[in-house]
């Protein structure tokens, strides 16, 4: 018997969800469950041919066990050793080299030193930054985030050079990247699973976030669709995730790439609505049990993006493979998302008709 294991933290609705579909789906051989740790012993087995992966950017303890589990042949979704290693800053360059048009960023060095450093750790470093080419490169207004964070943590927004300098001045020891706003007319956040499943849904940021998906906005053209449906399999293809979600600030008809490293990005039935819902929980199963059935014991059974393959190879980065044919769904919402959670109205019987 081959088991399919979830590891997740505080969500709710999509663990269960994701676990009682493959189960029904009752595919000789293959059953799913929450993955359970009651010890990690090295180059020892945890017993699991697939485990999908929606913590471990929080718990360095499992990141740690995911990668010896990869070692004795687990397939992990997503790679550990690639989510360990990647990060937003490399990211957007990664996308420069690629075409896929994305803000003008510059990293920053952290305000205070890291632990266990003095001024001589810096000699590198010129003293002071060339502030006034990073200001004329990225223009105000402007975002200030985490080189490596996520969940709209520590994210500032910036209204000029005085400004940097009083938010800089909170971050301490963050790695920050400093990115140009891109004042969008429309916005589109899309889920990526296996490399070829897309679902492209229309999104306002500026919502509360159980509003998000009700944007009130047109249905975008086609061309729109099938650009952003190239970008999302590129950036996936190249990044090697087997799960992730990317997301498309619109300025003049450009889709600019704003986000797109969250290797565990939210599901919850509450903030994305019970059609993107049922798309995330049906294909995320029918791609885990894809994988259960291709896994092999004592094999390395991961993801490896082009980047990675073609490094290796010693091949050019751009001149990899195609992306793959994509499966591409566009999510509509077309009632309240919040009118999901109440009970469903009985609809009354027609009445009778008497005989004559």
């Given at each position: 018997m081959k088991k399919i294991g979830i590891l997740f933290g505080q969500e709710n609705s999509?663990?269960?969800?994701?676990?009682?579909?493959?189960?029904?789906?009752?595919?000789?051989?293959?059953?799913a469950e929450f993955v359970r740790i009651d010890k990690m012993m090295q180059?020892?087995?945890?017993?699991?041919?697939?485990?999908?992966?929606?913590?471990?950017?929080?718990?360095?303890?499992?990141?740690?066990?995911?990668?010896?589990?990869a070692i004795t042949?687990?397939?992990?979704?997503?790679?550990?050793?690639?989510?360990?290693?990647?990060?937003?800053?490399?990211?957007?360059?990664?996308?420069?080299?690629?075409?896929?048009?994305?803000?003008?960023?510059?990293?920053?060095?952290?305000?205070?030193?890291?632990?266990?450093?003095?001024?001589?750790?810096?000699?590198?470093?010129?003293f002071p930054l060339d502030?006034?080419?990073?200001?004329?490169?990225?223009?105000?207004?402007?975002?200030?985030?985490?080189?490596d964070g996520g969940g709209w943590r520590d994210v500032y927004k910036i209204a000029d050079?005085?400004?940097?300098?009083?938010?800089?001045?909170?971050?301490?020891?963050?790695?920050?990247?400093?990115?140009?706003?891109?004042?969008?007319d429309d916005y589109f956040r899309c889920y990526c699973i296996g490399g070829k499943h897309v679902r492209i849904m229309q999104y306002e940021p500026r919502n509360p976030h159980h509003l998000r998906y009700e944007h009130g906005?047109?249905?975008?053209?086609?061309?729109?669709?099938?650009?952003?449906?190239?970008?999302?399999?590129?950036?996936?293809?190249?990044?090697?995730?087997?799960?992730?979600t990317v997301e498309f600030a619109v300025r003049d008809g450009i889709p600019y790439a704003i986000d797109f490293c969250n290797p565990a990005p939210d599901a919850e039935v509450t903030s994305v609505g019970q059609d993107n819902f049922e798309w995330v929980?049906?294909?995320?199963?029918?791609?885990?049990?894809?994988r259960a059935k291709a896994q092999k014991d004592n094999k390395d059974n991961l993801t490896w993006g082009e980047y990675v393959r073609t490094g290796v190879a010693g091949k050019p980065l751009v001149a990899a493979a195609k992306a793959p044919k994509a499966d591409t769904s566009v999510g509509t919402?077309?009632?309240?998302?919040?009118?999901?959670?109440?009970?469903?109205?009985?609809?009354?019987?027609?009445?009778?008709?008497?005989k004559k």
């Open positions: 999509f663990p269960q969800a994701f676990v009682d579909r493959i189960n029904e789906k009752a595919e000789k051989g293959i059953s180059g020892e087995p945890l017993g699991y041919s697939v485990i999908v992966d929606r913590i471990s950017q929080d718990v360095p303890f499992y990141r740690a066990s995911l990668k010896n589990a042949g687990t397939a992990v979704i997503n790679n550990p050793f690639w989510w360990s290693a990647d990060e937003k800053f490399f990211n957007n360059a990664l996308a420069v080299k690629l075409g896929v048009p994305v803000p003008k960023t510059v990293l920053l060095p952290s305000k205070d030193h890291p632990d266990s450093t003095t001024d001589r750790s810096f000699r590198n470093l010129a502030w006034d080419g990073i200001f004329d490169y990225v223009g105000f207004p402007a975002y200030m985030k985490p080189f050079k005085e400004d940097l300098w009083a938010k800089f001045a909170e971050t301490k020891q963050l790695v920050m990247l400093l990115q140009e706003e891109i004042i969008f906005k047109a249905p975008a053209s086609k061309k729109m669709l099938d650009t952003i449906t190239k970008y999302v399999l590129q950036l996936n293809q190249y990044l090697g995730y087997d799960f992730n929980v049906e294909t995320a199963a029918s791609y885990a049990i894809e919402v077309d009632h309240a998302i919040s009118e999901e959670a109440k009970p469903k109205k009985k609809v009354p019987a027609p009445k009778k008709v008497a």
